[in-house]
């Protein structure tokens, strides 16, 4: 498995954070990564191919979100820690909104 390409934080800007994370799959995504553990690409139940699976992980790493880390033919993913260090509360933010949203 090719590794995977990571953004230096300070290059992603908040316009490639939010595109990240416009896509309610994505987000789905992003709440399970909440947890703060590692979790297998193959183990989020979404309800899309896995191809279409593996585009939103790429847009999330391209969008500094996330951080993949291959381990043979697996590939392990986690919320990248330093990313609420550059955008404080975004994520919670996000998220908090969805879940607004989506009680309306």
């Known amino acids: 498995m090719r590794a995977p390409d990571h ?13 990240a994370l416009a896509d309610p799959t994505r987000r789905a995504v992003v709440r399970v990564l909440t947890d703060g553990r590692e979790h297998l690409a193959g183990d989020f139940d979404l309800g899309v191919a896995q191809s279409t699976l593996s585009h939103h992980m790429k847009k999330l790493r391209q969008g500094g979100i996330t951080h993949s880390r291959p381990d043979g033919t697996r590939c392990w993913v986690s919320l990248r820690p330093e990313f609420d260090e550059r955008f404080p509360g975004l994520l919670r933010t996000v998220l908090g909104l969805d879940t607004e949203q989506a009680r309306s």
Do not use: K, M, N
Request: charged share 10%; net charge negative.
């Open 7 to 19: 953004p230096q934080l300070s290059t992603v800007s908040l316009s490639d954070a939010l595109g």
